[in-house]
């Protein structure tokens, strides 16, 4: 299991879960690795679809930079929380607005850097530096499940929306298929794993239903949910999985990826 460096123990859980994240996607290398899966492609690709279509391309704003200056000065940005060295945003041809990335790791972040990106080292789980009402949309990949309290990581965002703006997130999904035939049986579903390589760093897992209660609590209403895959896991590793299954069940899919307007 992977863990801090050598000697640093910080005293909260929180700190400590700020640690082993940067410990682990630190130098992005892990990032590049499952981004090349088209598990993780064609997540990433539903939500820069439903993030692109759903922004209102009129809509002005105040100006976004931390102090109301930035790359976003004129007109409303677009933000994407925990990009690590692999933004979403990054092959956006014609982007409705100017774009942040922004994520904990500056080291993961010096390689992110694209032409015309704004460039952010925040903690997600402290206030966004931007003003209220001044960002189009907020775009955040597989960030929720691994902070405490994402009440308080989504009531920032539904802060910085524009009224018609848009957040579009993914998530594992708890209560993927095989997974929830799984738990009759009395098996655990994957995302609590402990002792797994990765997901032990999940300590928010989420169902769609969680989720959207998770948000309203924020402020914020789902207004469409959609899914990657839903598979199953064979003897040997190899999976069987299904993208028309997954546009007609999300709920059952690997992963959930859900879009929310402020209320």
Same mark, same amino acid.
């Given at each position: 299991?992977?863990?801090?460096?050598?000697?640093?123990?910080?005293?909260?859980?929180?700190?400590?879960?700020?640690?082993?994240?940067?410990?682990?996607?630190?130098?992005?290398?892990?990032?590049?690795?499952?981004?090349?899966?088209?598990?993780?492609?064609?997540?990433?690709?539903?939500?820069?679809?439903?993030?692109?279509?759903?922004?209102?391309?009129?809509?002005?704003?105040?100006?976004?930079?931390?102090?109301?200056?930035?790359?976003?000065?004129? !007109?409303?940005?677009?933000?994407?929380?925990?990009?690590?060295?692999?933004?979403?945003?990054?092959?956006?041809?014609?982007?409705?607005?100017?774009?942040?990335?922004?994520?904990?790791?500056?080291?993961?972040?010096?390689?992110?850097?694209?032409?015309?990106?704004?460039?952010?080292?925040?903690?997600?789980? !402290?206030?966004?530096?931007?003003?209220?009402?001044?960002?189009?949309?907020?775009?955040?990949?597989?960030?929720?499940?691994?902070?405490?309290?994402?009440?308080?990581?989504?009531?920032?965002?539904?802060?910085?929306?524009?009224?018609?703006?848009?957040?579009?997130?993914?998530?594992?999904?708890?209560?993927?298929?095989?997974?929830?035939?799984?738990?009759?049986?009395?098996?655990?579903?994957?995302?609590?794993?402990?002792?797994?390589?990765?997901?032990?760093?999940?300590?928010?897992?989420?169902?769609?239903?969680?989720?959207?209660?998770?948000?309203?609590?924020?402020?914020?209403?789902?207004?469409?949910?959609?899914?990657?895959?839903?598979?199953?896991?064979?003897?040997?590793? !190899?999976?069987?999985?299904?993208?028309?299954?997954?546009?007609?069940?999300?709920?059952?899919?690997?992963?959930?990826?859900?879009?929310?307007?402020?209320?």
């Amino acid at each position: 299991m992977d863990g801090p460096p050598s000697g640093s123990a910080p005293a909260t859980a929180e700190a400590y879960g700020r640690a082993v994240n940067r410990h682990r996607y630190g130098d992005g290398a892990e990032v590049r690795r499952y981004v090349a899966d088209p598990y993780h492609r064609i997540r990433r690709e539903i939500a820069v679809r439903m993030l692109l279509d759903g922004v209102a391309p009129t809509h002005r704003a105040a100006p976004s930079g931390p102090g109301g200056r930035g790359p976003s000065a004129g !007109r409303p940005a677009l933000l994407e929380l925990g990009c690590g060295s692999e933004s979403m945003l990054a092959d956006v041809p014609d982007p409705p607005g100017p774009i942040v990335v922004a994520d904990l790791a500056i080291d993961a972040l010096g390689l992110a850097r694209r032409p015309s990106v704004g460039i952010l080292c925040l903690d997600a789980t !402290r206030p966004l530096p931007f003003r209220d009402r001044s960002l189009r949309g907020v775009l955040m990949g597989e960030l929720i499940e691994h902070v405490y309290d994402p009440v308080a990581l989504l009531r920032e965002c539904r802060r910085v929306l524009v009224p018609s703006g848009l957040l579009v997130l993914t998530t594992p999904n708890l209560a993927a298929l095989q997974d929830r035939v799984g738990f009759l049986a009395g098996r655990a579903p994957r995302q609590v794993n402990p002792l797994h390589p990765y997901l032990w760093l999940h300590i928010r897992p989420f169902t769609v239903s969680l989720l959207r209660e998770v948000l309203r609590r924020a402020d914020l209403e789902p207004v469409r949910v959609r899914s990657n895959y839903v598979g199953w896991r064979l003897r040997g590793g !190899r999976w069987v999985k299904s993208r028309t299954l997954a546009r007609l069940l999300p709920g059952l899919g690997g992963s959930l990826v859900i879009a929310a307007r402020p209320r």
